[in-house]
């Protein structure tokens, strides 16, 4: 099998999606056809040994559409969308101006007088002129044996022009248009934030050859590649750095504004920027598969991950077609009215139906990958919002996963900073996650450190050297011995002893320290969640220590699979569960729940993989945020649904009974799609993942 993305032009509901799919995947050798409406491609699978990738574009041109030149490049400049936004406003007071002359013509009798002065020829030319782009949708769909929107309308034109109301079918065509362009414009304006992510994409390298450096585009740049990437420019690839020394924006990959260090042996992202130095960078990762690559790719297929309501807007919007056709001629045969009629046929706005979703969520998805959170789908958005358990892996997501020193008891006259000093200078040549942890202390508190001599390691019990002529020796009870008078009852925490030549001089605990800002994103979380529970590989005592520190209830000493069997009892139990993870250890419990959150996978092709929505930094304030995010999300989405509910109830019951002319009729048609880019905005302007 082989698979194309393909960029298709004029695509702007999920009628032109079902068009456009059911026209790929009548060619012979086509498997599947995944429309991504919100992205503006088709990813097409295939036969390989058929060939039909010229036949596809040719289907997709018979249906009407546009196969464009890349799939990758985007469209529209920052200028460009400042004009089209002016242009929306413009068109809108056109808009404006047309309805008052249509109801005034209509009230006035002014359509009338036109009418029997301007011969029905003339006016027949000129609304099918006018209508032309319209009408040829319609020709195109009606011969590939479809019905969609505008045939309704067209239909409705028609009869206008039967009965001699050019005028009035002239009106309506000029709103069809302007419908077209508003529909068109709330599909671009939701596309938006996945344009900024793709404008923020690394084009072009500058790379070392023999001859000196070259400027090449992204795609001739190879794994092993040296790069090079001169102050205020951006990484254009995944790789390590071989010399140099940078500050580095990583905003686009975290979404945190604070900038980290680069220097040589550190790993670096694409689409991040240097500044205020030089780097030489060894290529590991190009183009799609770099980390920003990898998440741009996962924001387009989140539309694939459709969730329930949108599923059901999406088949609701193809059977309401139908529905309004039979509608308009109940109200023929019932009222016998053929304006009445044609007013059905042109109010009925049925793409608002499949817009109310993919509009909102797209607009959240976008917004949040923007500020560091990939959210795979809408699928996902509306099960957190609806979610009730919440279960959190311990070790690296509530804590750091790595000891840290937390309190220096010194006796026997020593001060805590130097004795302090002296374990971490015996702890220099130690491999032991408890050393590097001792090593971190001291240069928390910048103490100099003496080099050790004749440094020895016991294992598992600790180790010894000489430091300024004294003998220091660091490890457990049984290596140093024990200290008395100093209690040793401290539940989840690790005492090393630490004597000089010979005599204890104190203990230094240590333990798994917290993350910042877990009780206050705790304290949040459980606004929205009926139960919060810790799942964790640890002991029972160490596990309780951290359970009643937060105040949540916790199930110890599970390997993968016990984790995987404790989110399958929250759902058998009619439960919707998120699980929190770290996203390597935790991968099968984050795949296995409704919603699996990875925290701090900057990188992490696990994480990535196996959870739903990735924090790409490790910031405790993101959960409460993109769970706060997927609320208003599904808000906006409910409210997006009831607003076109109610506009087409009440429209068309008003048409049906002559209430509403024509040409009202056809201005209202854009009100829903209106709505939803308004009300959808709100996700747009406001940042969806920062922390309250």
């Not at 006016?123 to 009408?135: D, E, I, K, N, R």
């Not at 550190?266 to 980390?291: M, P, Q």
């Not at 005492?495 to 705790?522: I, K």
């Not at 949540?552 to 390997?559: D, G, H, K, Q, S």
Request: hydrophobic fraction near 45%; include cysteine; aromatic fraction near 4%.
């Amino acid at each position: 099998m082989e698979r194309r993305e393909l960029a298709v032009d004029g695509m702007d509901c999920a009628g032109c999606a079902r068009s456009v799919k059911g026209a790929i995947e009548q060619v012979q050798g086509v498997q599947e056809a995944d429309v991504r409406l919100m992205a503006g491609k088709v990813v097409v699978t295939a036969n390989a040994n058929a060939q039909p990738w010229p036949a596809v574009s040719d289907a997709i041109e018979r249906a009407g559409y546009t196969v464009a030149d890349s799939a990758s490049e985007p469209k529209e400049s920052a200028a460009t969308q400042t004009h089209t936004r002016r242009s929306m406003g413009v068109l809108a007071a056109v808009a404006a101006a047309v309805l008052a002359m249509a109801v005034l013509g209509h009230g006035l009798g002014v359509f009338a007088w036109i009418e029997r002065v301007v011969p029905w020829p003339l006016g027949v030319a000129a609304t099918f002129g006018l209508g032309y782009p319209v009408f040829k949708k319609v020709a195109v769909a009606t011969l590939n044996r479809r019905i969609i929107a505008h045939t309704l309308m067209a239909v409705g034109v028609a009869a206008a022009l039967a009965t001699g109301e050019w005028v009035t079918a002239l009106i309506i065509v000029i709103f069809m248009r302007l419908g077209d362009y508003v529909e068109s414009f709330t599909t671009e304006r939701a596309r938006d934030a996945l344009r900024t992510l793709v404008h923020q994409t690394p084009q072009q390298a500058r790379i070392e050859r023999e001859s000196g450096t070259e400027q090449v585009s992204i795609g001739e740049v190879v794994p092993g590649d040296v790069v090079q990437v001169r102050p205020g420019e951006k990484i254009p690839v995944d790789g390590t750095v071989l010399e140099g020394h940078a500050t580095i924006d990583q905003s686009a990959i975290t979404g945190e504004s604070m900038p980290v260090e680069a220097m040589p042996g550190d790993s670096v992202f694409a689409a991040t920027v240097a500044h205020g130095g030089r780097l030489r960078i060894r290529a590991e990762e190009i183009g799609e598969d770099t980390t920003f690559g990898r998440v741009v790719q996962m924001v387009e297929e989140a539309e694939a991950h459709r969730g329930r309501m949108q599923q059901w807007a999406d088949q609701f919007s193809g059977y309401y077609l139908p529905f309004v056709a039979a509608a308009a001629g109940a109200t023929y045969l019932i009222g016998g009215s053929i304006m009445a009629t044609v007013a059905v046929l042109v109010v009925a706005c049925s793409c608002a139906f499949a817009l109310a979703t993919p509009v909102a969520m797209l607009a959240a998805i976008g917004t949040s990958a923007r500020q560091g959170v990939l959210i795979k789908g809408g699928k996902y958005i509306e099960a957190l919002a609806q979610a009730d358990t919440l279960l959190i892996d311990k070790t690296g997501t509530l804590t750091l996963g790595e000891p840290r020193i937390t309190d220096v008891i010194s006796i026997n006259g020593i001060t805590e900073a130097e004795l302090l000093r002296l374990a971490a200078a015996t702890e220099q040549h130690s491999e032991h996650p408890l050393g590097a942890a001792v090593r971190r202390a001291a240069t928390a508190r910048e103490l100099d450190l003496p080099p050790p001599h004749d440094f020895e390691a016991v294992p598992g019990r600790g180790v010894r050297a000489t430091v300024d002529g004294t003998t220091v020796a660091v490890g457990n009870a049984s290596f140093v011995g024990n200290a008395p008078g100093i209690s040793t009852n401290r539940p989840g925490q690790t005492p090393l002893y630490v004597s000089v030549d010979d005599e204890l001089a104190g203990v230094l605990w240590a333990a798994d320290a917290e993350r910042a800002g877990v009780q206050s994103a705790l304290d949040a979380l459980r606004n929205h969640f009926d139960t919060l529970e810790i799942l964790t590989g640890d002991a029972e005592q160490t596990a309780e220590v951290v359970a009643e520190r937060f105040g949540l209830a916790y199930r110890a000493e599970l390997l993968p699979d016990d984790k995987i069997a404790a989110v399958r009892a929250h759902q058998d139990a009619g439960r919707t569960v998120v699980m929190v993870g770290d996203g390597v250890n935790d991968a099968p419990a984050l795949a296995q729940a409704d919603v699996g959150i990875a925290m701090g996978a900057g990188g992490t092709d696990v994480a990535i993989d196996a959870a739903h929505i990735v924090l790409m930094r490790d910031d405790w304030a993101l959960v409460p945020a993109v769970v706060q995010t997927a609320t208003r999300a599904l808000g906006v989405v409910k409210s997006n649904l009831v607003l076109t509910a109610v506009y087409n109830m009440l429209a068309l019951g008003a048409a049906s009974v002559g209430y509403l002319p024509p040409v009202l009729a056809a201005a209202l048609h854009s009100i829903p799609d209106l709505g939803i880019l308004a009300n959808s905005s709100r996700l747009l302007r406001r940042s969806s993942v920062t922390a309250d």
